[in-house]
């Protein structure tokens, strides 16, 4: 094939090459813009999800509160009830109003006292929970509820109203009742607008049924519109409860969006991002990268042109270079060096002995042979390029190539060439560098290896001289810091920094030069989008020339603000959980406080009307109910109070060395006529030796008296309780208390440790509170031991304690 032809050829195939690699690009870039939108949106779905559901889970723990006064037979219009329903209001600004209405709809209460005594159309509310549950209803356009009577009803903006929270109840008096909640959605979609922060992006409520409860700016939906078209009903419920699609929404045009259903409400959030829109956005952002892919084509095709006009430029005076060449030869053969001489087509016509003793053939065998012939096959492409390039001016030009000898070897040459007058061929000779050519290769590679990484590198990094000018930057420091390449190679570094942030980075920089270590630290550097963010920015130096002092430094940047807001978030969600559970702690602790006085009264009088009933048995027998209830109550409060003073950290535990056995032998003695009045006989089977341990004597007592109480109370009549002691493989006291009572079902050994968890063997009524073995548990860890159940071989329960064996001075130990 003809020079010219193969270059066309090659170059045509480049271009096609270059232009599939150009389209693929651009179509994996627009998949991976619609990837990051999609996760985007499910990201904003979760969110908005978790926040609607804590905020009507919060609704739902007030109106419990004032549920719990009702049930206790406080009337609705009592002051406790109107204070317990205002402050809801306070603490939670999102809810519009809070009402206690009767089965007819009759508004009994209301924090807003201008709607006591309305009649409401419950039905508008959806379904009256029974008492006890708790029901979400559809979006009402009203603002409160005096607005649903015709007497007093006001005009309402267009998407203002509530979603009614209803809790039923039952009164001692068989009366049934409805606490309702007005939830403001408003309070709900600002949240959600603020956190999106885009006009192109928008998100909504929705009831499960297919109502709009809300939508934020942009979507043309009225609130109580039907939407069960929507592919969240279509497609995904009640199959999955959170999903992505790309289609239709709540806007005009194609969307990318999720939704995500509540885990305690029939509601789901919506979040939707216009395709349309970001996809503008993208080819914005892509269509610098298009347009210098399309001109590299393009000088593509030119070079390819040039060339093949070249080729055929150099085929006329092929034929006047050959006679010149036979005429140097005689000159020429004396030299060392390879010496020859080709025609304007690259064809050789003339070589030295030197160049027949490399190749191992005589110059009769190579005339007329292409020089490029005796070119290493790597090596051709670019000869090529130099002869078609001497072919256009008379010059000189030197290159490295390989020249192939006679057993296939390839030997590093240093060639010049030089132009003959009027394009009539070229002259050359060349050195063995075989050596000095390898060493350079090597350099060469290295230099290319690690401008490819810098390049191909996702984070933003630079090289900085001493000087404090900038030597190289990559494309992601480039699209981190806003400014082109062109303007910042040599530029000052800092120049967009405050005076303070550059003494910052420079004292950074000098303690780099001043150790030599690589520097790791933490600051916050403005973007190209106008934000400032947290990134971690690392520093090395680079090596100089001469070994010693370092000629620059490499700095690279990690962006990790959406790291640092994620932090904030779980702190503030952390800061929030526990501040919920302090407040349910002093609750749980003032509630307990207020009932034990009236319950040590109701004992004390009790006891008294015991001892003045003398042989009136009916009145004895009432006093010892009233006696029995009491005790009762008092030991749930007892519990509370434990529970109360365990979670608020409040209580202090006194460990002390002693012996187990003084505790174990006194909580046997004080329940020993509990078991004989059962029938029951106490087992003690304690060692002789003292079992010397550090630990608190009296919660020590509490523990094992709810162990025994609660083996007393579950064992047969006339049956036995073993209690026994010894040590265990590791040298720890173990205290054992059986019994064979009903046992414990094996997937519930550790259920029953938890507050308020019995076992479903003893829920007939024969069991307690449930907080019993929850505070033993942790009364036994804070003195560093532990306390689990099994089932005992025969039928019955076996309760291990096990405390550590100590020898250490008294200390406090908090719980």
Not at 244 to 257: C, E, H, I, K
Not at 317 to 328: F, G, L, N, P, V
Not at 541 to 553: R, V
Not at 756 to 775: E, N, W, Y
Request: contains cysteine; charged residues 25%; proline residues 5%.
């Amino acid at each position: 094939m003809a020079p010219h032809r193969l270059v066309a050829y090659v170059g045509a195939t480049a271009g096609m090459l270059l232009s599939v690699a150009l389209a693929a690009l651009t179509w994996v870039d627009h998949r991976a813009n619609d990837e990051r939108l999609r996760e985007h949106t499910v990201l904003m779905a979760r969110v908005f999800a978790d926040h609607a559901t804590r905020s009507i889970d919060s609704a739902a723990l007030a109106m419990s509160t004032v549920v719990d006064l009702l049930e206790r037979s406080v009337e609705p219009d009592s002051p406790e009830v109107i204070g317990a329903m205002s402050q809801t209001l306070v603490n939670l600004p999102f809810l519009r109003g809070m009402s206690v209405l009767d089965a007819q709809g009759l508004v009994l209460s209301s924090a807003d006292p201008t709607e006591r005594g309305l009649v409401v159309d419950l039905a508008r509310f959806g379904s009256r929970p029974p008492a006890g549950r708790a029901h979400l209803g559809d979006f009402i356009p009203a603002r409160r509820l005096a607005d649903l009577h015709p007497a007093h009803a006001t005009p309402v903006a267009r998407g203002v109203g509530f979603a009614p929270l209803m809790v039923g109840t039952r009164r001692a008096d068989g009366r049934e009742l409805v606490v309702v909640a007005l939830i403001n959605i408003d309070a709900m979609l600002n949240f959600q607008q603020v956190t999106m922060d885009d006009e192109r992006m928008a998100s909504a409520l929705l009831g499960l049924g297919g109502r709009l409860l809300g939508a934020t700016r942009g979507v043309e939906h009225n609130s109580g519109d039907d939407l069960k078209t929507l592919p969240p009903f279509v497609q995904f419920l009640p199959a999955r409860e959170h999903g992505s699609w790309t289609g239709s929404g709540l806007r005009r045009g194609l969307q990318l969006a999720s939704f995500r259903t509540s885990r305690n409400w029939p509601v789901l959030t919506l979040v939707e991002f216009d395709r349309t829109a970001a996809h503008a956005q993208w080819w914005r952002d892509s269509q610098g990268r298009v347009f210098v892919g399309l001109g590299v084509l393009a000088i593509t095709f030119l070079m390819t042109l040039l060339a093949v006009r070249s080729l055929r430029a150099r085929a006329a005076t092929q034929d006047r270079i050959a006679e010149r060449e036979r005429e140097m030869g005689a000159t020429l053969g004396g030299l060392q060096e390879v010496v020859f001489r080709c025609d304007a087509d690259g064809r050789l016509v003339f070589v030295n002995p030197a160049w027949e003793r490399l190749t191992g053939r005589d110059a009769a065998a190579w005339a007329g042979l292409p020089f490029v012939d005796a070119v290493a096959v790597s090596d051709r492409p670019a000869v090529q390029r130099v002869l078609a390039a001497m072919s256009t001016a008379e010059n000189a030009r030197t290159l490295a190539l390989s020249l192939l000898t006679s057993n296939g070897h390839a030997i590093a040459h240093e060639c010049k060439l030089t132009s003959l007058e009027r394009g009539a061929g070229f002259v050359g000779s060349a050195v063995d560098v075989t050596e000095r050519l390898e060493s350079r290769r090597r350099l060469q590679s290295q230099l290319a290896f690690t401008e490819m990484l810098l390049e191909s590198s996702p984070l933003p990094m630079s090289v900085v001289g001493r000087d404090r000018r900038y030597r190289i930057v990559n494309r992601a420091w480039e699209a981190f810091s806003g400014r082109p390449r062109k303007d910042a190679l040599g530029a000052p570094v800092g120049t967009h920094l405050s005076s303070a942030e550059r003494r910052e980075h420079e004292a950074r920089d000098a303690e780099v030069y001043r150790t030599g270590e690589p520097l790791r630290y933490e600051s916050r550097v403005p973007h190209a989008d106008g934000s400032v963010r947290d990134v971690v920015i690392e520093k090395r130096a680079l090596p100089g020339i001469d070994g010693q002092e370092p000629s620059g430094i490499l700095a690279v940047i990690i962006d990790v603000t959406e790291f640092r807001e994620a932090e904030r978030a779980t702190r503030d969600a952390r800061d929030a959980a526990e501040d919920a559970s302090r407040a349910k702690s002093e609750f749980i602790a003032n509630i307990s406080h207020e009932l034990r006085t009236p319950l040590q009264s109701i004992i004390g009088f009790s006891e008294l009307g015991l001892r003045r009933a003398g042989e009136q048995a009916r009145l004895a027998t009432m006093f010892e109910d009233i006696h029995a209830s009491g005790q009762r109550m008092l030991a749930l409060v007892n519990d509370l109070l434990d529970v109360s003073r365990i979670e608020s950290s409040a209580g202090t535990l006194h460990l002390e060395r002693g012996d187990i056995r003084v505790p174990v032998s006194e909580v046997l003695r004080e329940v020993q006529p509990l078991a004989s009045k059962r029938g029951l006989t106490l087992a003690e089977s304690l060692p002789e030796l003292p079992m010397s341990a550090k630990f608190d004597p009296l919660r020590l007592q509490q523990v094992v008296r709810n162990v025994v109480a609660n083996a007393i109370r579950f064992s047969p009549e006339g049956g036995r309780v073993d209690i026994e002691a010894d040590v265990t493989e590791s040298g720890e006291w173990r205290v054992c208390v059986a019994d064979r009572g009903p046992g414990i079902p094996e997937g519930e050994l550790e259920a029953i440790f938890d507050a308020f968890v019995q076992s479903s063997r003893t829920k007939d009524g024969s069991g307690g509170t449930g907080l019993g073995l929850a505070i033993s548990r942790t009364l036994i860890q804070a003195q560093g031991g532990r306390i689990m159940a099994r089932n005992r071989t025969g039928g019955g329960s076996v309760f291990e304690i096990v405390l550590p064996a100590r020898t250490d001075e008294t200390i406090p130990s908090p719980l």
